[in-house]
């Protein structure tokens, strides 16, 4: 079945650094979207991307949709503490609303 | 709004036990999702509804999880007997197929141990 890969797996930044993270899939997608979970919470929707080459922006964050739509990645500027938590990816599979999710990318910042 | 509900937020039970999830969508979302979460497996979905009926339950582990969603504020997940190995959070998540998104939102998570 359809699959998502999402590297890295944890990454532990300094306050201030930058992050990012890939979502990668084998096949075209539809669209893909991107959630964010805090320690002890539940995923929280952060963006839809739709369209090839599409780059969306939420103040740090900046959201990129590949041209051939098998790949996105999800890049932090600046990291803050509350940045905190891990980020999934997760593409529709089908014509159907089922989400296959990424394993996550679990972000660990130093103050 | 007040958002997807899920009750309880804890349980803990012992092996054998029957134990019942449930979980109120946002009104006037159509789709229901019930999902767990471990270290190990990362989030996976159990069983999605679509207006009330079961539209994907290959995620369901084995004969032991059931799942209903009677109308269309209400659903269950119904593990009997519980095992260790259920030990999980399990959310539930519901969407809507009348916004510009399908995006999915979260219940608060009911964290269940199996002893």
Redesign the interface.
Known sequence: GQQVMQIPQYQHVQEGEDFTTYCNSSTTLSNIQWYKQRPGGHPVFLIQLVKSGEVKKQKRLTFQFGEAKKNSSLHITATQTTDVGTYFCAVNAGNNRKLIWGLGTSLAVNP | DAGVIQSPRHEVTEMGQEVTLRCKPISGHN?L?WYRQTMMR??E?LI?F?NNVP??DSGMPEDRFSAKMPNASFSTLKIQPSEPRDSAVY?C?S?S?GGP?????????TRLTVL
Not at chain 2, 101 to 109: A, K, L, R, T
Request: hydrophobic share 40%; no cysteine.
């Open positions: 789709s999702f990362g989030l979905l999605y679509n539209i994907d959310f998540a969407s197929a998104y399908n995006e999915q939102f979260f219940g608060p998570g």
